[in-house]
């Protein structure tokens, strides 16, 4: 999808296919033109955007979301926010499954994975440089 759209574009279109199925309000800021990774790491960011909006609607009861991707001079931030519950079950090693995927291939990136619990925000945060091939970005 990345491929024939663009990122940008691919963010879109999975932003209005949950609006479409969930009863969920999305905002989004999209402000980049073309990121300087290589296509597995937008692919990544596709993906992982798709799990942080799919947990914040399935397990965490959000009714209004805002997404937020943008650039400064280091890095790529990638922010989900929303007005739903960050669940912790002290119980279950497998409830964040989807957020230590996404935080671990953050770390082989060189990024990290911030969570605040109230109001719920997870922020990816991705570098810019040299472990991120610049040739093919969207």
């Known amino acids: 999808m990345i491929?024939?759209?663009?990122?940008?574009?691919?963010?879109l279109e999975l932003?209005?296919?949950?609006?479409?199925?969930?009863?969920?309000?999305?905002?989004?800021?999209?402000?980049?033109?073309?990121?300087?990774?290589?296509?597995?790491?937008?692919?990544?960011?596709?993906?992982?955007?798709?799990?942080?909006?799919?947990?914040s609607i399935m397990h965490g009861n959000a009714k209004q979301i805002k997404l937020s991707l943008f650039e400064t001079a280091e890095q790529v931030v990638v922010e989900v926010v929303d007005d739903g519950e960050f669940i912790e079950r002290s119980d279950d090693h497998k409830s964040h499954f989807g957020l230590n995927v996404i935080a671990e291939k953050l770390v082989l990136l060189g990024g990290e994975l911030q969570?605040?619990?109230?109001?719920?925000?997870?922020?990816?945060l991705l570098p810019k440089g040299d472990k991120n091939d610049k040739n093919s970005s969207d």
């Open 15 to 55: 932003l209005n296919k949950f609006q479409k199925e969930e009863p969920v309000l999305i905002e989004h800021e999209l402000a980049f033109e073309r990121l300087p990774f290589e296509s597995r790491v937008s692919n990544f960011i596709l993906r992982s955007i798709k799990e942080l909006i799919t947990n």
């Open 3 to 11: 491929k024939e759209l663009g990122l940008k574009n691919a963010i």
């Open 115 to 124: 969570i605040e619990k109230s109001p719920t925000r997870v922020r990816m």
